[in-house]
């Protein structure tokens, strides 16, 4: 059924087309069985409401879409704005979309190429490992900008534009192991999470091996599940749970700034010092993390030079100049005041 209309959804539900509007409307006096049952037929056979499709063909529209894994994150916000800023210069209305940790992104934006008719789409954090049949369900051209991926996608018109995160990940690990430290403890996102979490876990375990220590799960902090997952508060609780069972570390490795800032507070806390007990390192390069006490050594991701590249990429994608394009940005070491050497 190429193309179905809302009586079609009303025959396969069983039920009047009244009610199928009411569903569709999220109207009070409809059964929440029968309203899930008319979704799902809806999600089945992709149906436009027939105001969104009058809506869609009365004008052309120029939407290009940033679906954002990780809002309250302080590392979007420069991209945001600069994403914002380009879209409106080249005459392309900016939609700024959330999508939530427990959320499909690309259910999200196959729902949102149709209501708004986009003419492209940036993918913003998180992780992907999404099967190529479903991202071929995307007919817009797509860059995923700060995206880990496991590996590249065949077959699918895509670019990417982002940071090596496990290698930038061991970059800073190696470096603590290189100033003496033996006894690393990580802060990191739990081993079933879909994130950069994950990249930059195997990049901590890979500095380890190469420097010839062996990984000790007791020294694997994990964060709290949820939307705020990765947050000063969710870092702040890990750092309470290392000093309080006296964790046999000189090191943190916190796999987002936010994260080590968090457990900064908690370690001061409990009245012991950075560097002088801990050493702490952080990743992202948050313009805030230079004005910390004491100022954090972390991986600096140049957060402007991915949005601009990626922008760029996009409109070559929608002007048909290139198909697909992957670019990779060293991230750099920024050595702060939080580490030692021992």
Avoid: W
């Amino acid at each position: 059924m190429e193309s179905i209309t809302i009586k079609d959804v009303a025959k396969i539900c069983g039920v009047s087309v009244s009610t199928v509007s009411r569903a569709i409307n999220n109207n009070p006096g409809i059964n929440e069985e029968t309203k899930n049952m008319i979704m799902q037929v809806i999600k089945k056979y992709d149906y436009i409401p027939n105001n969104s499709a009058r809506n869609l063909k009365r004008s052309e529209t120029n939407n290009i879409a940033i679906l954002i894994k990780g809002l309250n994150n302080p590392f979007f916000s420069p991209m945001i704005a600069e994403f914002e800023k380009e879209i409106k210069k080249k005459k392309y209305t900016f939609i700024l979309q959330r999508v939530d940790e427990n959320q499909d992104e690309i259910e999200v934006a196959i729902e949102l190429e149709k209501e708004k008719r986009l003419k492209g789409i940036v993918f913003l954090g998180g992780y992907f490992s999404h099967s190529r049949e479903k991202l071929e369900k995307l007919t817009v051209p797509f860059v995923l900008s700060t995206v880990g991926m496991s590996e590249m996608i065949e077959g699918v018109k895509y670019s990417s534009v982002a940071v090596d995160d496990k290698k930038e990940s061991y970059k800073i690990v190696d470096y603590l192991c290189k100033l003496g430290h033996k006894k690393i403890a990580i802060i990191s996102a739990t081993d079933d999470d879909e994130s950069i979490g994950k990249l930059r876990f195997e990049g901590y375990m890979r500095a380890l091996c190469d420097n010839n220590i062996e990984f000790n799960p007791d020294l694997v902090y994990y964060l709290q599940s949820g939307n705020d997952r990765y947050s000063m508060r969710s870092g702040y609780i890990a750092g309470k749970k290392i000093v309080k069972e006296k964790a046999d570390c000189t090191a943190i490795f916190a796999i987002t700034d936010i994260i080590a800032m968090g457990a900064l507070r908690a370690i001061y806390e409990e009245g012991y010092k950075v560097p002088e007990d801990y050493s702490i390192a952080g990743y992202d390069g948050l313009e805030l993390s230079r004005y910390y006490i004491p100022s954090l050594t972390t991986i600096r991701q140049p957060v402007e030079k991915i949005a601009v590249e990626t922008l760029k990429v996009l409109f070559d994608m929608i002007n048909e100049k290139t198909d697909s394009v992957h670019k990779v940005f060293d991230g750099e070491l920024i050595i702060g005041e939080s580490v030692k050497n021992i």
